[in-house]
């Protein structure tokens, strides 16, 4: 009897640590704070413009002679800064050329691969996985589909879907490594993904110093892709924004066929929300987490495709850029939903689109837009704060089972 | 001492928990709160323990108004209480636990247990507990820590001690030993509020009766009312407590378990040896207190246990060794211990978990595709026939009460054609009138000619259901006994003897009845 409170049945493999379940919370909030939480931190980005344009710190000198004038710099600096981002992700009648004018596209451009990678994030999380691996998934499923794209010369007809495919299968594999060791180790999928960002970035190092180097070059880059293996741009050669999009839409309308309609996804989101009721019911967890991470993977593989066969051409150790971390950002900010993540990642490419234009016209550090993305993150991860800025009440959970 | 509630209105949002309750307590006395799981008993004892805060309304201590602003407030004031859940340190010794939060320290900040020690010893001496003070905690039975919980509220001073569901966790012989202890703290001149579903219970110990529900006092009663009285009282209607089933008319035996033996991960036996066989047509009840190897006994089943060794035979084919898959398929329904746990998905509709292990099989999906609008169909029929209380069957599971989140699993599990019905804690912290209903079904499936295995802590329900009762103890099993078989026969099994003793020790009244229960450790 005295084994009452100590035996206990033993743990699942699938047990949700406490960890998990504040990264559950963060991702589950509703549209309300993902909305609310990019207007604080745009408020406080243009805070931190007016702070820092010399024309608001001239006029506040004379601030108790003419506090009219500081408010009026104060407005004119933050809508000049914000004016130049809008119009430089969007439309600018101003811009010189008629292609500068229309920033929409370089906005499309910039969200293509942040589409992909961020549903790679939110197909994981839906699962219950945490797939910070995004950055390396998508250099690996660069280095697969370059190698396939520089390396041969095919048809036409052939070679892209062959450097498309070769893109999916390196962002899967390293997906589904990820998802290997959680199913038969337990090894943590955040710490995995982690530290194979690591390996992935050395690795294709060591590749473009060596087998994929271009012999015409001292530096570590790779040849250019085969003119058959590139994603044929859409709006001819004045635009960047190329066909990576429309497989980018494709995946976001067949991930949410997948996580909403599927019997697989249905698995997935059980597995996700509870791994011990799918358990019970019958679904196989271990497989659940090793499928999902191959997927994962090939989604960030495609964005990798994107990449390097729709705006870089070729292959660099900076090929990913961030990315693989604004993924996760535009996951969370999405609400781990796919036409979430897609939205968010309309807006992600928006800052980038219209970062320059700012720094351009305006004058404004581009790395404003950093810390206005890093601010959403913030204010994301932290719902309460949002909920006591707004006064939104959290749903009350307490009290009616006691 | 004297305590009066008066007007105690406690509301969450929108949800009023408790709605102007009126309630005195006079001193010495021992006062019942009735009432179903989620009355609003809880609630009304947390607020007197200064864990909430009244929305409005008063407490009063011999007729003088108080107000406590935490547990520490209460407890100055005289009000002790014992939680269902024990908030002990499990290797703490019984000393250190008692004096933890209101330490006594000597030279230079040292701990100074003995004046704790002492203090121990006295109270354990005058009501008889039977504690000692430097056993360790992890290692008492769970009767024994409850009396810890007890004593850490008389050291104290606690002059009214609020026990929150107490028998929960108990065998029959501890709760009996538990209501000796209750009637000598009675005599000592302390109050006790006694909260608890269990209407025998209440019958047995108290003086004045008060029954909650859905937040609000809906009468007192007389402890020598009628139990059907009390229960629909509690329910708001007329309850059937005794379940018109017809005797069982088994046929062939085709469930068989031989010699399983289930093991944890440190290879301790959780489920030794254990053999036994059910019919066609016939419930076989497992009874056993909490964490006897039930858990075990029913994963092992299912296959979610990792070491398991014997057999277990359905319609000739080994179900050992096998996915949890392959056993559903096999025809095994299940309903799991723990249903928010392992049998619902919280955030999943109530339609998709009526489809929770069904999603695979047409017509609910077809070539990996879902199939919505017949899921949703399947549910309006399913939520019709179980008398599921929601808005709609597309709401979360999570929003339903125990009760309706119950019936969901069993809808499910009785959807499809069975060959072995498991039901573990079927109506654990399920109100009277889905009890009722749920046992219906559950003869139901019986009569329909499937073998039926429910495993169930109270000892009411198993007595109710079962056709033949299997007991558990530390993983054993102390025999088989008929379905009419009586409370003390079967408290003895439960407490560690084998059925042929058990039965010679009733046979023979009087002869060393002592020390019986807690002498035999696992």
């Known amino acids: 009897m005295s084994e009452t409170q100590t035996v206990k049945e033993p743990t699942p493999p699938a047990k949700e640590s406490q960890g998990s379940q504040v990264i559950r919370e963060i991702m589950a909030g509703n549209a309300v704070i993902s909305v609310l939480a990019v207007v604080v931190a745009l408020v406080i980005g243009g805070i931190l413009i007016a702070v820092t344009d010399p024309r608001v710190t001239a006029a506040a000198g004379y601030f108790f002679a003419d506090p009219a004038a500081t408010l009026s710099a104060i407005w004119s600096s933050v809508s000049e800064a914000y004016g130049a981002l809008w119009r430089g992700a969007t439309y600018d009648p101003t811009a010189r050329t008629w292609q500068g004018q229309l920033g929409i596209f370089e906005t499309l451009t910039f969200a293509t691969p942040l589409i992909l990678s961020g549903l790679a994030v939110t197909l994981a999380f839906r699962a219950g996985l945490f797939n910070i691996g995004a950055q390396g998934q998508i250099i690996l499923g660069a280095t697969f589909a370059g190698a396939v794209g520089f390396g041969m010369h095919l048809p036409p007809a052939i070679h892209l879907p062959a450097v498309i495919l070769a893109g999916a299968i390196g962002g899967a594999i390293w997906g589904g490594i990820a998802g290997f060791l959680k199913a038969r180790t337990g090894a943590h999928e955040v710490i995995v993904t982690i530290m194979l960002n690591y390996i992935a970035i050395s690795l294709v190092l060591y590749l473009l110093k060596n087998q994929l180097k271009d012999p015409n070059s001292t530096n570590p880059i790779s040849p250019q892709m085969d003119g058959n293996a590139v994603f044929p741009l859409l709006l001819g050669p004045n635009f960047r924004v190329h066909a990576g999009l429309i497989v980018a839409i494709l995946a976001v309308i067949g991930v949410a066929w997948l996580l909403n309609r599927s019997t697989l996804g249905f698995e997935y989101r059980a597995i996700g929300a509870n791994p011990k009721a799918a358990r019970t019911a019958g679904m196989l967890v271990s497989r659940g987490y090793i499928t999902v991470m191959l997927i994962s993977g090939a989604l960030a593989g495609l964005a990798g495709v994107a990449q390097i066969a729709g705006t870089e051409k070729s292959l660099d150790s900076e090929i990913a850029g961030s990315i693989g971390f604004d993924a996760i950002t535009v996951a969370l900010l999405g609400r781990s939903k796919p036409w979430g993540t897609f939205f968010a990642a309309l807006l992600f490419g928006a800052f980038k689109a219209g970062g320059t234009s700012m720094a351009v016209n305006a004058d404004v550090s581009i790395d404003i837009v950093a810390v206005v993305q890093s601010l959403i993150v913030l204010f994301i991860a932290a719902p309460p704060l949002i909920r006591s800025i707004f006064r939104i009440k959290a749903a009350r959970r307490e009290g009616a089972s006691a | ?522």
């Open chain 2, 1 to 522: 001492m004297k305590l009066e509630l008066r007007g105690i209105t406690k509301s969450f949002g929108a949800l009023v928990a408790n709605d102007h309750i009126d309630l005195v307590v006079e001193s010495g006395e021992i006062h019942s709160l009735l009432g179903e799981n989620g009355a609003g008993k809880s609630t009304l004892m947390n607020v007197l323990y200064g864990l909430h805060e009244p929305t409005a309304g008063e407490i009063l201590i011999d007729d003088k108004p108080v107000k406590f602003s935490g547990p520490a407030d209460a407890m100055a004031a005289g009000i002790g209480m014992v939680h269902q859940h024990f908030m002990l340190v499990p290797v703490f010794t019984v000393a250190e636990n008692v004096a933890l939060g209101g330490e006594s320290t000597g030279f230079a900040g040292i701990l100074d247990l003995e004046a704790t020690r002492r203090k121990i010893r006295e109270i354990s001496s005058r009501f008889g507990f039977h504690v000692d003070p430097d056993a360790l905690v992890e290692e008492l039975p769970v009767g024994v820590q409850q009396r810890v919980e007890i004593i850490k509220a008389l050291v104290r001073n606690a002059r009214i001690l609020i026990l929150d569901e107490p028998t929960a966790v108990l065998t029959p012989r501890e709760t009996d030993e538990l209501m000796d202890i209750m009637g000598q703290l009675k005599a000592g001149g302390t109050s006790i509020v006694f909260i608890s579903h269990k209407l025998r219970e209440v019958k047995a110990i108290s003086d004045t009766i008060t029954v909650i529900r859905r937040g609000k006092v809906v009468g007192s009663a007389d402890p020598s009312a009628a139990t059907t009285e009390l229960a629909s009282m509690m329910v708001g209607r007329a309850v059937n407590l005794t379940l018109d089933k017809a005797d069982a008319t088994p046929g062939d035996e085709t469930f068989k378990v031989t010699n399983l033996t289930v093991m944890n991960d440190a290879g301790q036996r959780l489920l030794d040896d254990v053999t036994f066989s059910v019919s066609d047509g016939e419930i076989l009840a497992v009874a056993g207190v909490q964490g006897n190897g039930q858990t075990e006994l029913t994963e092992a089943v299912l296959g979610l246990q990792k070491h398991v060794m014997g057999s277990i035979m359905l319609d000739g084919k080994e179900l050992v060794g096998r996915s949890v898959r392959q056993v559903l398929d096999a025809g095994v329904g299940f309903v799991p211990e723990d249903r928010q746990d392992d049998g619902l998905v919280g955030e999943f509709s109530i339609a998709e978990n009526l489809v929770l292990d069904l999603y695979t099989k047409e017509p609910y999906s077809r070539f990996g595709s879902m199939n919505r609008a017949v899921i949703a169909r399947n549910a309006e029929e399913k939520v019709a026939e179980f008398d599921v209380r929601t808005q709609s069957a597309q709401d979360a599971a999570d929003t339903l009460s125990g009760g309706n989140q119950q019936k969901v699993v069993l809808a499910r599990e009785l959807a499809r054609p069975l060959k072995l019905f498991i039901a573990a804690q079927p109506t654990r912290g399920v109100d009277v009138g889905s009890i009722e209903f749920l046992h219906k079904r559950i003869v139901a499936e019986r009569d329909a000619g499937t073998p039926v295995v429910i495993v169930s802590t109270e000892l009411d329900e198993v007595l109710e259901l079962g056709d033949r009762i299997a007991v558990l103890f530390a993983g054993r099993l102390m025999g088989i006994v008929p379905g009419k078989s009586s409370r003390e026969l079967l408290g003895l099994m439960m407490a560690g003897l084998p059925a042929d003793e058990a039965r010679a020790q009733l046979d023979a009244p009087a002869a060393g009845t002592a020390g019986q229960s807690e002498g035999e450790l696992p």
